[in-house]
């Protein structure tokens, strides 16, 4: 995503040197299944939890032990 975006803005002329943070909130991070289908319930889980990050409802720690 980041090397995808920072072509972009140049394609666009609107590059800009600095820190660009990619996150579930920006469409930078999330998950991915492969392969697999994912019983229901788990696939309603996981979306729950990435819906309530993205709206700020939840905060992941910054760190995992």
């Known amino acids: 995503m980041a ?9 666009k002329g609107q590059f800009q040197g600095g820190v660009l943070t990619f996150d579930i909130q920006n469409g930078g991070a999330g998950y991915q299944v492969d392969n697999i ?5 788990i696939q ?3 979306d ?5 990050i993205k709206s700020g409802a939840l905060t992941p720690p910054d760190t995992i032990p």
């Open 3 to 11: 090397t995808y975006t920072a072509i972009q803005n140049v394609t």
């Open 37 to 41: 289908t994912l019983p229901a319930d």
């Open 44 to 46: 309603a889980e996981l």
């Open 48 to 52: 729950k939890v990435q819906g309530e």
